[in-house]
């Protein structure tokens, strides 16, 4: 979205209305906006990113009726994260009483609002013209945000339901690592034990790769490697400085994710193109990128 290409004359218009102005004002600051999205950041209201994400991917096709268009964009933009928090391992923080952040938990009251959202089915219904006073209380951790946007899953089999157990429980370990102790983070997800989480076929897999330190792979999101720790580290380094950014219609191929996985961790030929990437970095690839798409570069 940006007010290049886009009708000026209208977007001047609609700030004479006490309605439409606020959207028009976005749009006519998408310059500035897009400046400020590529800042750093350790948390970010959802107001904000939403924002962003409206400058940065929002699309109206039809300008004699883009106040309606732009309503619905928006709102998608600040409200689509609603539907995987929680579910997926994403977090929403809230400042406390002396401006720090921890995670939002049951009786803050808009968390209690977007969760009331979410189970009455209401959120596809939202339209704004500015962000809500809930979207800018709410925060994103960058820490957590990217451990989640790194990590998918096969939603389409009959363990989608476990898959999306063991993502939310890799990403909430993953957010553990880095930022060491999450404020407001209830006891029972710092001890996660992904293992324990697993169906009985597939925790049987896990133990039994685990006595003869193997490798091995459920048709999910898990596996069982030499070294766990050290290399989940080096995988997730490796997605942050390649592929946090990238399209998710167009995701690097598993063989090449592969090669950074050996070069990171000195496995196989350490990342040489010409060779082919070793079995353990291929199995942690299929775990970051199944094969449900297409690959394409």
Excluded at 12 to 32: F, T, W
Excluded at 224 to 252: G, Y
Excluded at 274 to 289: G, L, Y
Aim: net charge negative.
């Amino acid at each position: 979205m940006s007010k290049e290409g886009f009708p000026l004359s209208q977007l001047y218009a609609a700030r004479g209305n006490a309605n439409s102005a606020p959207l028009a004002d976005l749009i006519l600051a998408s310059e500035q906006i897009m400046e400020q999205s590529m800042e750093p950041w350790t948390f970010k209201s959802l107001a904000q990113n939403g924002r962003e994400e409206f400058i940065r991917t929002g699309q109206i096709y039809e300008f004699d009726r883009w106040e309606r268009n732009a309503q619905r964009s928006f709102a998608e933009c600040i409200g689509r994260y609603i539907y995987y928090e929680e579910a997926e391992g994403l977090l929403f923080f809230v400042r406390d009483g002396h401006g720090k952040f921890r995670v939002a938990q049951p009786g803050d009251e808009a968390y209690d609002f977007v969760r009331r959202l979410n189970k009455e089915g209401s959120v596809s219904d939202l339209r704004f013209m500015k962000a809500p006073t809930w979207a800018e209380e709410l925060f994103l951790g960058l820490h957590n945000f990217e451990a989640y946007k790194l990590i998918w899953y096969d939603n389409s089999g009959a363990d989608c339901e476990a898959a999306k157990k063991l993502k939310s429980d890799t990403v909430i370990r993953e957010t553990l690592r880095r930022m060491g102790k999450v404020t407001g983070l209830p006891i029972t997800n710092e001890m996660v034990d992904t293992a324990s989480q697993m169906p009985g076929e597939m925790r049987r897999d896990h133990e039994a790769a685990s006595e003869t330190d193997s490798s091995d792979v459920c048709s999910t999101v898990t596996v069982t490697l030499p070294h766990m720790t050290q290399a989940l580290a080096a995988i997730f380094e490796i997605m942050r400085d390649n592929w946090t950014d990238c399209d998710p219609r167009r995701l690097p191929k598993q063989v090449n994710i592969a090669r950074e996985i050996d070069r990171a961790l000195g496995w196989g030929k350490s990342g040489d193109l010409n060779e082919d990437p070793s079995r353990n970095a291929k199995v942690v690839a299929q775990i970051i990128k199944p094969d449900v798409t297409p690959d394409t570069e």
